[in-house]
């Protein structure tokens, strides 16, 4: 359309760089526009309309009897949101990673099979002989165990993170995030081997069925110190954190407070504190660094583009999602970076012929988690206890009661520093051209020399690999918009 020039849109490269997801209708090109979630675009010869379909009611509490009924009515409607996606001329598989999520998707959906008489169910999963503390077999194993299943792996450990990145950003038309979209890449291509058109997958089953934690918020505000006390040493027992300093945390925020806040002395006290501690942050930043968010971003294109502003509307988001359970369950379902993971996943999915489909995100089973009571979520420091209730006899009990999941970070950072440093080199410390607007290039190439030492600093990775895949994206951009 000749009429829709292709420029660059230098707002959406800034979100990008600050990881900033929350404008769900902007693109890297000025004047083309996403859709916006639950929203449909209808155009006639009136015009164009633009309307809501859907939206999530945060407000709506149920109410049942018993722990029991929770779980069997939480059991009901996952089996039938899985059964409801199994619809297809073709063979149905699923993705296994050893996760709370994929093993309820794949376990339920093998029972449906079974009882139906049919096939077994193929699986897709990514092992890890290399980089052992990313590979789930331990979990994996258990739900093959039961038979029933077809498995499927690639090693991911042999693969690069930047894997046909030309094609991948081809595919995509801008950067890309997803630091771990290799492994998707090569399991949905294993997939395809197999004739697969259909994938189940179990994204972010976490922001649906909620782990629960603002449920504490709302113990300490209410002063149940000994409820939250026990929550938090569950919670510490089940998934490795220090209650000590959880429980201290919240006693500093909502014990300490209150008491603070009726005393005048104390007010004042508090305020001469603050605006100190506010100077010497500030001389700090000056003296040392910039804020981690920008520390590898130019002043003048943060400036310019009023980057800081917002960041600030993102950050404000996230805190009044803090107030309780709901909010919290609620703000992590309608956040921005929800509707961008599942365009990446289709996009990538739809190179290979394979439409995913997402049993978590069926809109019953949203709207009756998002409904459930706090302690529902969160009992006796097992997050997302209804689920873990309703799977029994589905799941096997070493998943069923797994506390945390693995981390692809290690996976990832290895993959960079085993198979692309040459071309990291090349690009970020040779080619740095065309970033030169937005990257701070020096910050940048400490950041990079900090992480080929092993002396990173918790962002550096993410701040190389954001500058690496803009620069590729430029680059194949700038060859199309010049052809």
């Known amino acids: 359309m000749p009429e829709v020039p292709r420029q660059i849109n230098e707002v959406r490269i800034g979100d990008y760089l600050t990881s900033n997801f929350e404008d769900k209708t902007i693109t890297f090109y000025e004047d083309i526009f996403r859709l916006s979630p639950a929203h449909s675009l209808t155009v006639s010869h009136k015009g164009i309309q633009l309307q809501s379909y859907w939206c999530l009611d945060p407000t709506r509490e149920l109410c049942l009897g018993s722990d029991e009924e929770y779980a069997a009515k939480f059991r009901e409607i996952f ?110 291509g294993v997939a395809q081997e197999r004739g697969i058109r259909v994938v189940l997958d179990g994204f972010d089953g976490d922001s649906t069925v909620s782990h629960g934690v603002g449920y504490l918020h709302e113990l300490a505000r209410a002063g149940k110190w000994f409820t939250l006390f026990r929550e938090l040493k569950g919670y510490s027992n089940n998934f490795n954190y220090s209650y000590q300093k959880l429980f201290w945390a919240y006693l500093c925020k909502y014990g300490f407070e209150p008491i603070i806040s009726k005393s005048k002395p104390l007010r004042l006290g508090r305020r001469i504190w603050q605006a100190l501690g506010k100077r010497i942050r500030q001389k700090a930043h000056a003296s040392i660094n910039k804020p981690a968010w920008r520390a590898t971003l130019k002043s003048e294109f943060v400036e310019r583009l009023n980057l800081k502003e917002r960041r600030k509307a993102l950050i404000k988001a996230l805190l009044e999602s803090q107030n309780n359970q709901r909010a919290e369950h609620y703000y992590s379902l309608v956040r921005g970076e929800m509707p ?79 198979y692309e440093q040459e071309r990291l080199e090349e690009i970020l410390i040779n080619n740095s051209e065309l970033i030169k607007n937005y990257a701070d290039i020096q910050a940048l190439h400490d950041a990079y020399h900090r992480f080929i030492s092993g002396a990173n600093k918790d962002n550096d990775v993410i701040e190389i690999w954001k500058a690496l895949t803009l620069t590729l994206w430029l680059k194949q951009t700038k060859l199309l918009l010049t052809s």
Not at 112 to 139: H, K
Not at 364 to 384: A, N
Not at 393 to 399: A, C, H, R, S, W
Request: aromatic content about 10%.
């Open 79 to 188: 089996t039938e949101a899985v059964r409801c996606r199994m619809r297809s001329a073709h063979t149905v598989g699923s993705m296994l990673s050893g996760g709370l999520d994929s093993s309820s998707i794949t376990c339920t959906a093998r029972k449906i099979l079974s009882e139906n008489g049919t096939e077994s169910l193929p699986t897709f999963s990514a092992i890890f002989d290399q980089v052992t503390e990313c590979d789930e077999r331990a979990y994996i194993n258990p739900v093959l165990a039961q038979g029933g299943i077809e498995p499927h792996y690639i090693y991911g450990d042999t693969l690069s993170p930047l894997t046909e990145i030309n094609r991948v950003v081809w595919h995509h038309d801008e950067p890309l995030y997803a630091f771990n979209l290799s492994l998707n890449w090569g399991l949905y």
């Open 340 to 418: 961008y993971t599942l365009e990446v996943l289709d996009k990538t999915a739809a190179k290979f012929g394979i439409e995913l489909r997402f049993p978590f995100w069926d809109k019953r089973l949203v709207e009756f988690c998002l409904s459930l009571p706090p302690e529902q979520k969160l009992h006796q420091g097992w997050s997302r206890m209804v689920m873990r209730r309703a799977m029994a006899g589905i799941l096997p009990t070493e998943v069923q009661w797994r506390g945390g999941k693995s981390n692809l970070s290690p996976n990832f950072e290895r993959g960079l520093l085993t």
